[in-house]
């Protein structure tokens, strides 16, 4: 399982958004899928709900959508 490390000198949300991309590319959520939204996101991987929002932002300014 993929966790969050508060050690990282990533952010946050590029954490986040690193293991949702790698679910994506594995097949853990296949194309048509619905990704968690930020609820799910801040229970599942125990961040606040500003770095979830931060990740859909950040996934809408990088091509996925």
Known sequence: MDKISPDSPQYV????AAIIERKIRSGAY???????????MT???KVGPGTAAVLWTSFGTGGWW
């Open 30 to 40: 296949p194309p048509g899928t619905r990704l968690p939204g930020e609820l799910t």
């Open 13 to 16: 949300y590029e954490q986040l």
């Open 43 to 45: 229970h599942e991987h």
